[in-house]
């Protein structure tokens, strides 16, 4: 009975870790859903991937590239596992990139471009959940592109302050622009929301290689949540660390808020305003 208690209370401590003070980043994610219906605020989803590298150990019912693609279904199973890292491997890498595996990682691409619009442009959905005050989170980086080739990577900021445990939780508050921020399974459903805007002084978008008005492809990385990876003010990166089966990000979908009308959408709006005008001068 001891051995029970103390296992329970050591589970209970590990979950409590990293969330005993909100932190600055406290906006709400994007709803999957309104009621039962997909929301409406999406007017596109992922229609292809590319690219599709987990990370060693990434049990094979996980890898499902095709899952990722269409609505948000709010299902934790309905995913692509990117994988995890343990420590030799991530030493590995660091040491010799070129020679052994790295994070996990997937590109997705859209049938319309995404666009720089008002506001949140597109939101990733992974299937993190809440357990107590924190979240069981694994996190990973964001890129855009145009071309495929280049990417910018959206600045990131993680003040979780040490390691959560391979089963522990964050403070989502914690952290910002990085997919895995917010929860989607067992019945609650939100996407991490990004905006274009915030790469308008990127290198990639300055020097003319990465058009924010043209965006096709997106790209998940996994971050292993050991502090080895660091967001963009070089603070290292904690989340639940190390997984397994599924480990690391686990992406369900990637919906678009913002982007280019297709031709239909626009002859469309041209014929509505054309039959304003038509009106305008009969009356």
Same mark, same amino acid.
């Given at each position: 009975?001891?051995?029970?208690?103390?296992?329970?209370?050591?589970?209970?401590?590990?979950?409590?870790?990293?969330?005993?003070?909100?932190?600055?980043?406290?906006?709400?994610?994007?709803?999957?859903?309104?009621?039962?219906?997909?929301?409406?605020?999406?007017?596109?989803?992922?229609?292809?991937?590319?690219?599709?590298?987990?990370?060693?150990?990434?049990?094979?019912?996980?890898?499902?590239?095709?899952?990722?693609?269409?609505?948000?279904?709010?299902?934790?199973?309905?995913?692509?596992?990117?994988?995890?890292?343990?420590?030799?491997?991530?030493?590995?890498?660091?040491?010799?990139?070129?020679?052994?595996?790295?994070?996990?990682?997937?590109?997705?691409?859209?049938?319309?471009?995404?666009?720089?619009?008002?506001?949140?442009?597109?939101?990733?959905?992974?299937?993190?959940?809440?357990?107590?005050?924190?979240?069981?989170?694994?996190?990973?980086?964001?890129?855009?592109?145009?071309?495929?080739?280049?990417?910018?990577?959206?600045?990131?900021?993680?003040?979780?302050?040490?390691?959560?445990?391979?089963?522990?939780?964050?403070?989502?508050?914690?952290?910002?622009?990085?997919?895995?921020?917010?929860?989607?399974?067992?019945?609650?459903?939100?996407?991490?929301?990004?905006?274009?805007?915030?790469?308008?002084?990127?290198?990639?978008?300055?020097? *003319?290689? #990465? /058009? =924010?008005?043209?965006?096709?492809?997106?790209?998940? !990385?996994?971050? @292993? %949540?050991?502090?080895?990876? &660091?967001?963009?003010?070089?603070?290292?990166?904690?989340?639940?660390?190390?997984?397994?089966?599924? *480990?690391? #990000? /686990? =992406?369900?979908?990637?919906?678009?808020?913002?982007? !280019?009308?297709? @031709? %239909?959408?626009?002859?469309? &709006?041209?014929?509505?305003?054309?039959?304003?005008?038509?009106?305008?001068?009969?009356?």
């Amino acid at each position: 009975m001891k051995i029970k208690l103390f296992a329970i209370l050591t589970f209970l401590i590990i979950f409590s870790m990293g969330t005993a003070s909100a932190g600055p980043y406290t906006g709400d994610g994007i709803a999957g859903f309104v009621g039962s219906d997909v929301n409406p605020v999406f007017n596109g989803w992922a229609t292809g991937y590319q690219n599709y590298n987990p990370a060693p150990g990434v049990s094979a019912g996980w890898q499902q590239p095709g899952q990722t693609l269409g609505p948000v279904t709010g299902s934790n199973v309905d995913i692509a596992s990117l994988g995890d890292l343990n420590q030799d491997q991530i030493d590995a890498w660091l040491a010799d990139p070129q020679n052994n595996p790295g994070p996990g990682e997937i590109t997705l691409t859209f049938e319309t471009p995404i666009i720089n619009g008002s506001g949140y442009d597109f939101a990733v959905f992974e299937n993190g959940f809440m357990s107590g005050s924190g979240l069981f989170a694994e996190l990973g980086y964001v890129d855009v592109s145009t071309d495929g080739n280049n990417f910018a990577r959206f600045n990131s900021v993680s003040l979780t302050s040490g390691p959560v445990g391979g089963y522990g939780t964050i403070d989502p508050t914690d952290v910002h622009n990085l997919a895995g921020k917010h929860p989607n399974a067992y019945g609650t459903s939100e996407g991490t929301g990004f905006d274009l805007e915030e790469l308008l002084l990127n290198d990639m978008v300055l020097a *003319g290689l #990465v /058009d =924010l008005n043209d965006i096709n492809y997106v790209r998940i !990385v996994d971050i @292993p %949540g050991s502090g080895d990876f &660091l967001d963009s003010l070089g603070n290292p990166i904690y989340d639940a660390w190390v997984t397994w089966g599924s *480990g690391g #990000v /686990d =992406l369900e979908a990637v919906g678009v808020i913002n982007s !280019v009308p297709v @031709p %239909g959408a626009l002859w469309l &709006l041209g014929s509505g305003l054309f039959g304003l005008v038509v009106i305008r001068r009969k009356k």
